[in-house]
């Protein structure tokens, strides 16, 4: 059986993705806000209710104004949603692929009688 002279040449892609690295990190008075709140709402507190607790204590928005519920309920869903991106997993996605198959055994044949040199 005689040789088989070939170039083989597979293309295809891989598409990864990763969650984004570039979401923006707490602050240390944001997380402890947030720790705080959900402390509160372990104990049964509505945000309406921690709202009026953190006011009463003197805390500020990060913003620097005063607590109301839905701020309170904003500040909880931000940091679950964040969480929820970072801790997602994404698929890879393989493209179509190609094989390509070069003979090479006639130009090789040629050069072998010195017809075409390389």
Do not use: C
Not at 3 to 13: G, K
């Amino acid at each position: 059986m005689g040789s088989f002279n070939a170039d083989v040449i597979f293309h295809f892609s891989i598409t990864y993705r990763r969650p984004p690295f570039t979401v923006p990190q707490y602050s240390q008075y944001q997380f402890f806000l947030y720790e705080t709140i959900t402390e509160q709402r372990k104990k049964g507190k509505t945000f309406d209710q921690i709202a009026v607790w953190l006011n009463k204590k003197g805390y500020l928005s990060v913003r620097g104004k005063k607590f109301k519920g839905n701020h309170v309920h904003s500040i909880v869903k931000k940091k679950r949603l964040k969480d929820e991106k970072l801790e997602r997993e994404y698929p890879e996605v393989w493209s179509d692929f190609s094989l390509e198959v070069v003979d090479k055994t006639l130009v090789n044949n040629l050069n072998n009688r010195g017809r075409y040199p390389i």
